[in-house]
């Protein structure tokens, strides 16, 4: 079992930046791929960024390429994502998400694909 913590979420005006971080629980962080999902108001919750165990892939959802970073760190258990140039159509829950092996099958994007869910925080991007 694998619990899943998200932090850094707030108010930001448009073109701002903001750091959220999610603290994993368990003893082999490296072996779940960890992925960010994100749901807006009305809509249904969709991908953002994944990573595999090791750090070494990664994948972004188009509205996000160039603007999102995602990262871990494997010895504190944590992964980040960093926002830049955000703009008002980023307001949404962001979620965190784990799987419980270090791969993706090819639908990374897929939130059937993730196994353990945070339980979210907020991101507002003001205009």
């Known amino acids: 079992q694998v619990q899943l913590v998200e932090s850094g979420g707030g108010l930001v005006q448009a073109g701002g930046s903001l750091r959220l971080a999610c603290a994993a629980s368990g003893r082999t962080f490296s072996s779940n791929a960890m992925g960010w999902f994100r749901q807006a108001p009305g809509k249904e919750r969709a991908f953002v960024t994944g990573?595999?165990?090791?750090?070494?892939?990664?994948y972004y959802a188009d509205s996000v390429k160039g603007r999102f970073t995602i990262s871990r760190d494997n010895a504190k258990n944590t992964v980040y994502l960093q926002m830049n140039s955000l703009k008002p159509e980023d307001t949404a829950v962001y979620y965190c998400?784990?799987?419980?092996?270090?791969?993706?099958?090819?639908?990374?994007?897929?939130?059937?694909?993730?196994?353990?869910w945070g339980q979210g925080t907020q991101v507002t991007v003001s205009s």
């Open positions: 990573i595999s165990g090791s750090g070494a892939g990664t």
């Open positions: 998400a784990a799987r419980r092996v270090r791969f993706f099958s090819g639908n990374y994007y897929s939130d059937l694909e993730y196994d353990y």
